[in-house]
C-alpha cells in the first residue's frame, strides 16, 4: 500500500478512484489518506457525511477518532474507542484501534486490552508502528514489571531483524527497532533506526510526536528535526494533491443527479 511507503498523495488518488469505482458507498479508504496527508478540513468534512450516511459505521468511528487525536483532543478520541469497542466487543479491529488510542492517549485500560491481544497477534499492528507485543513491554516496563518486558521486547527485537533480514523494507520493522532501543535508553540507536524509518517511508508525525516510547527523545533536537522534515514532506505531499485536485470534495459527496436539489454538504460546511 502507498501509504505504508510514504507515498500519501498516491493512496489519496487510489482512495478517491476507489470510492468512485464503489458508488460511493465506502468511505473508509477514502478518508484513511486524507487523514493521514493531514488534510484536516477536507477530512472533516468527508467524516461529517460519512456519519450522516452511516451513523453507526464502526471504521467511520474510528476515523473520527483518529483525527481528533491527531488534532490534539486525546480524550474525545479515547471515550470513542471506548465507546465503539463496548459497542463491537468481538470487533478485532475496533479493539486493536482502543489499544492504539490507549497508547498514544495514556488510557487507564492500556495494558488489559495489549493483554487480551497479545496472545491473539503479537507481531501486528493498526495504526501504530509498533507492535501489540512491544506496546505491551511498554505498559508492562511503566509500571515495573522490567523482567518480563524486556524479554518481550526482546522478542519483538528479534522478530523485526528476522523480517528485514528476510527483506521487509517497510518502515514499522525500522521503527519497531528504534522503539525497543528507545525502551533501554539508547538514544542514539533510536534515533539512527528512526532516520532508516524515514528514509523507507515513515511519515507518521502525529503518531510519531505523541508516541511515549519515544517521550524520552523530545528535547533532542535530532529528534525535532526529524519531526520537523516529516512534517515538510507531508505538507509538501499535501499540496501536491491540492494542486491535483485530489483534495476536491464537492463531486465526491453531492449525490448523482442531485448537483442542482440544494446546498451542498461542503457549502453546508463553510
Not at 479515547?78 to 490507549?102: C, G, Q, T, W, Y
Request: negative net charge; charged residues 30%; aromatic residues 6%.
Amino acid at each position: 500500500m502507498p501509504r505504508c511507503y510514504g507515498r500519501l498523495d498516491e493512496a489519496v488518488y487510489l482512495g478517491r478512484r476507489g470510492f468512485i469505482l464503489s458508488g460511493k458507498r465506502g468511505f473508509y479508504h477514502l478518508i484513511m489518506p486524507m487523514v493521514l496527508i493531514r488534510a484536516d478540513a477536507e477530512s472533516r468534512i468527508l467524516l461529517d457525511e460519512a456519519v450522516r450516511r452511516t451513523p453507526t459505521d464502526a471504521r467511520v468511528q474510528m476515523m473520527l477518532g483518529m483525527l481528533e487525536l491527531y488534532r490534539g483532543n486525546s480524550e474525545q478520541a479515547l471515550e470513542r474507542a471506548r465507546a465503539i469497542a463496548a459497542r463491537e466487543p468481538k470487533n478485532l479491529e475496533m479493539r486493536f484501534h482502543l489499544s492504539d488510542v490507549a497508547y498514544l492517549a495514556d488510557g487507564s485500560e492500556l495494558e488489559s486490552v495489549l493483554a487480551s491481544l497479545v496472545e491473539q497477534s503479537p507481531t501486528n499492528r493498526l495504526w501504530s508502528a509498533e507492535s501489540v507485543r512491544l506496546r505491551y513491554a511498554y505498559a508492562l516496563q511503566k509500571r515495573g514489571e522490567t523482567g518480563r518486558a524486556s524479554a518481550l521486547a526482546a522478542e519483538a527485537e528479534r522478530y523485526a531483524q528476522e523480517r528485514i533480514a528476510d527483506g521487509d523494507d517497510s518502515p514499522v520493522q525500522r521503527v519497531e527497532l528504534a522503539a525497543t532501543s528507545a525502551m533501554r535508553g539508547e538514544s542514539d540507536q533510536a534515533l539512527e533506526w528512526l532516520e532508516r524509518a524515514f528514509e523507507a517511508g515513515y511519515r507518521d508525525y502525529g503518531t510519531l510526536e505523541r508516541d511515549p516510547i519515544f517521550r524520552p527523545l523530545g528535547g533532542d533536537p535530532r529528534f525535532l528535526d526529524l519531526l520537523d522534515r516529516i512534517r515538510r514532506d507531508v505538507q509538501t505531499q499535501r499540496e501536491r494533491a491540492r494542486t491535483r485536485g485530489l483534495l476536491e470534495l464537492e463531486s465526491l459527496i453531492i449525490p448523482d443527479g442531485q448537483e442542482n436539489a440544494g446546498q451542498s454538504p461542503v457549502a453546508r460546511s463553510q
